[in-house]
């Protein structure tokens, strides 16, 4: 890389089976590739508890959220109790992903909606950020939102309005960008990080999804956040450098990383340590 960027990726799935053939060679090289931080999302019980487990294995690279996401079969009586006991382990910094997905049917919207404010409150009860995922429901996602607010957490892969982002942002929570924005027919993501204060956005992957033009359809790693960093850093005025250090800034407040995560500054000056 020809800069000393410092990422950190708040969104991956690195429990998902498209790392299953080079997961541990693919964690190790990425404090080489300036990868300080990653934020390991579950979808279900099980990929949280996996998420969890991997965080464990490599503290200083990662920590988990766990969660169940709405386009997942819905989980079993009890599972709010699985999720508390999982969200005791200390590598556990968020419950996500969490949401409403209301692009393919077949989940029930009612119990998408249950389920997530059973979360929420889930998260509000253990003082934990949350990490959103919101696709074209965004009218019943503000409605819930707004029981909970004020909130702690990401709206994750924020496609929204400029509108809806000065109602999340007013609800506390951070806006985080992957690499949609990249893309060609990337409009209105462009407008709201120009409107957004830069303390309140994140870098993400989205991994193994969502890979960043020029590496769009290929598996997404956390080191290619260095392109969609170039494109949030050209909308904001600022340099990529800059970009990846604020919005490691905002993750390490965001999920209190502060004790796995050395100082961004130290890290300049010291170095990129091996892990
Ligand atoms: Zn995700």
Request: charged share 25%; glycine share 6%.
């Amino acid at each position: 890389m020809d800069e000393n960027l410092l990422i950190f990726d708040s969104h991956a799935h690195y429990t998902d089976s498209a790392f299953d053939t080079d997961r541990e060679a693919l964690l190790e090289k990425l404090p080489q590739e300036g990868v300080m931080h990653c934020i390991v999302c579950g979808t279900q019980l099980a990929d949280s508890a996996a998420a969890a487990a991997l965080a464990e294995r490599y503290p200083s690279l990662l920590s988990a959220a766990v969660g169940v996401h709405p386009e997942c079969p819905a989980p079993p009586d009890g599972y709010s109790e699985q999720l508390r006991k999982m969200a005791a382990h200390p590598c556990v910094r968020a419950i996500g992903e969490i949401g409403l997905d209301y692009h393919y049917e077949g989940y029930d919207k009612a119990v998408q909606q249950r389920i997530l404010r059973e979360q929420l409150a889930l998260a509000q009860a253990l003082s934990l950020p949350v990490i959103l995922h919101c696709r074209e429901a965004t009218g019943d996602m503000l409605t819930i939102l707004r029981e909970f607010a004020p909130l702690s957490g990401v709206m994750h892969c924020f496609s929204g309005s400029v509108e809806t982002a000065r109602e999340v942002l007013q609800m506390g929570l951070y806006l985080g960008f992957n690499g949609v924005i990249t893309f060609k027919n990337a409009r209105k993501p462009l407008e709201v990080i120009r409107f957004a204060p830069t303390d309140r956005l994140l870098l993400e992957t989205d991994c193994p999804y969502l890979a960043p033009v020029p590496f769009r359809g290929r598996r997404c790693d956390s080191t290619m956040i260095a392109e969609t960093a170039a494109v949030m850093a050209r909308e904001k005025g600022i340099s990529r450098a800059e970009i990846c250090r604020i919005t490691a800034q905002n993750a390490i407040r965001l999920f209190r990383c502060e004790k796995v995560c050395a100082d961004p500054a130290e890290i300049i000056s010291a170095g990129i340590p091996e892990s």
